[in-house]
Each structure stands twice: as structure tokens, then as C-alpha cells.
């Protein structure tokens, strides 16, 4: 046995990697690009993320690996993939799971409760006292979803079109969305994205935009109110499939445009709750989601409380959520 421990948080955007040790010493962190499968593909995926095990230093399997990534959504996905993973030879026992068991697990302490994440897409998971689950698919449209960094980036693009033309309300995303891009007008920024001069994806840079402008600009307010209603209701079903649960749950937020602590859209986001009577406390975590995926791993081995603050504190996994 090697003592060592690896944790795996992997999304659309960044992967981070830890390797520790049982008593929760950090040993080395490394970071590397997005592994996310639906984005490269199972062996793809493990391929980005054997490349960071190496950049670690891990010499030989380590006792445990807890791989939490982005994109992995269903029971099947998660059998073949923590499959494919043991095969690769990192760990003795790998473990595989959602990334919003790691935004849950870096928020609270207790165990339950329900996270959701607001990065490039929108996830929500809920976990019961008892060990019940509340899951979504999270596949975007095609399964009713709305909120992630590249939604609300469309929506600013929508609504900037309309200012410029006059079927909607004038905004002052009418000027700031296509200035982004380095063009004069949206339609000028439509152009381009037909001609494939702007890559769609990259509508996803307009979120921090649209958080900025909402306290002065009526449109870009009611963005973010939409977005804050899309996070209401998937935790008030999230809970109601959980349920019943002893005492009001932490809700916990993840993912970059939650973790911006915009004030309007935590605001909105705890109006709602209490609107449909859904007893909480809010949480937006300050750490990186891979320590959630670490805490998970000295969980599963049954480490002491000071294994878990010794983690917590490492000023390496502090200094990774400020960059």
C-alpha cells in the first residue's frame, strides 16, 4: 500500500489534480486542460488526465482515486468509465462521479444536501441524509436546461440584436456585446459569427458582462433573475425528491458565475427560495471543487477530522481558487 491518494476535478474548461496522503498533506497539485468525456471522449478524457497523474509524480498505483468530472451524467457512463479508469493502473480502487459531488462535498461538512454548479452549463445535485439521490441529465436544451455561462452569454447576444433593431427593449448590452468581439453594431457581431469569424462558443465570455451590468440595465437584470429562477427550481425538486430531510439544507453554489457572488443574483436566488418555502442556507464555496474531490476520498478511507481541516488548509488548494 502506497499511503497516497489521488483526486480528479475535471470540467469543461480546467482539470486540477491533487495527490496526498492519508493524513490530508498535500503533495503535489497540478492543473491541465478541460476533461470532460461528452468534450473529448472517454479515452480522451483519461488521456488528459494520466498526463496530470504523471505530472504529480504519482511512482506506481496509489491506494485510491476519486475521479469527478464534468459530463459524466448517467449510471452507464459512470460504470464504463470508472472501468476504463481501473484498467489504466493510477489507483487500487478508483471511484467515479458527477463534479457536483465535489462542489457539494467542498460546501458542507454534513454529508447531504443539495449543490448546484453554474460553469460553462448548469447541474444540480441533490443528496439525501439516507443516501438518496436527485440528479439531471444536464445535456442543455434537450432536457430543459437554461443557466450556464454559454446560455446566458446567447441570451445577451439575443438581446442586443433586438435593441439594435427595435423588437425589444434598448439595453446597453447593444453596445457592450459586440465591443467585446471588436465590432461596431450586433449585427455586424452576426455577421461575423456566420462568416465563422467569432466562434458561437465563445458567447460564454459574456457572462461576467451581463452580472456587471444587471445592477444598472433593466434587460441584463432580468437575465440574471431568469438565471436565479432555473437555480430555484432545480433545488426546490432536487429537495422535493429527497425528501423528507431533518433540517433545512445547506445549499451549496459552485462554477464560476455563481462563484462571482454577484449580489443581485444571490439575492434572487434566496427571494425564490423563500418564496416556494424552501427552508436553506446558502453557501457559496470558496475553495476549488477539487478539494471536495479530495474530502470524498479520505471519506471513503475513513480519515479523522484532522486529516480533513490538514486538507482544507493547505494554502496550495487556497492559492488554485483565486486563479
Known amino acids: 500500500m502506497s499511503g497516497l491518494l489521488l483526486a480528479v476535478d475535471g470540467g469543461n474548461a480546467k482539470t486540477d489534480l491533487a495527490l496526498f496522503d492519508r493524513d490530508g498533506n498535500v503533495l503535489a497539485l497540478v492543473r491541465g486542460p478541460g476533461s470532460s468525456p461528452h468534450e473529448h471522449g472517454l479515452d480522451g478524457a483519461l488521456d488528459r488526465i494520466e498526463a496530470l497523474v504523471i505530472e504529480a509524480g504519482a511512482d506506481g498505483p496509489v491506494d485510491y482515486a476519486e475521479l469527478l468530472l464534468a459530463g459524466v451524467d448517467f449510471p452507464a457512463e459512470v460504470q464504463t468509465l470508472q472501468a476504463r479508469a481501473q484498467e489504466r493502473g493510477w489507483a487500487e480502487r478508483v471511484e467515479v462521479a458527477n463534479d457536483t459531488f465535489a462542489v457539494l462535498r467542498t460546501g458542507t461538512d454534513r454529508g447531504w444536501g443539495v449543490a448546484v454548479v453554474c460553469g460553462a452549463g448548469i447541474n444540480c445535485l441533490g443528496l439525501g ?186 494554502e496550495r488548494l487556497a492559492e488554485t481558487a483565486r486563479v
Open 129 to 314: 441524509p439516507d443516501g438518496r439521490e436527485a440528479r439531471f441529465p444536464a445535456l442543455g436544451e434537450i432536457t430543459g436546461d437554461w443557466g450556464g455561462g454559454q446560455d446566458v452569454g446567447l441570451a445577451a447576444v439575443w438581446a442586443a440584436a433586438r435593441s439594435e433593431d427595435g423588437r425589444g427593449p434598448k439595453t446597453s448590452l447593444e453596445q457592450l456585446v459586440p465591443e467585446h468581439f471588436g465590432v461596431a453594431t450586433p449585427l455586424e457581431l452576426a455577421q461575423a459569427v456566420h462568416a465563422g469569424a467569432v466562434a458561437q462558443r465563445r458567447f460564454i465570455e459574456l457572462a461576467p458582462i451581463v452580472l456587471a451590468e444587471a445592477a444598472s440595465d433593466v434587460v441584463a437584470e432580468g437575465i440574471v433573475r431568469r438565471l436565479a429562477g432555473e437555480i430555484v427550481a432545480l433545488v426546490r425538486v432536487a429537495l422535493e425528491r429527497i425528501a423528507p430531510v431533518p433540517e433545512p439544507p445547506d445549499v451549496v453554489l459552485g462554477g464560476g458565475l455563481l462563484q462571482a457572488r454577484n449580489e443581485l443574483l444571490l439575492a434572487a436566488i434566496d427571494e425564490g427560495l423563500e418564496r416556494v418555502d424552501v427552508p436553506h442556507t446558502l453557501i457559496v464555496v470558496d475553495a476549488p471543487p477539487v478539494v471536495g474531490a479530495a474530502l470524498r476520498a479520505l471519506d471513503a478511507l475513513g480519515a479523522d477530522r484532522a486529516a480533513q481541516l490538514r486538507l482544507r488548509n493547505d
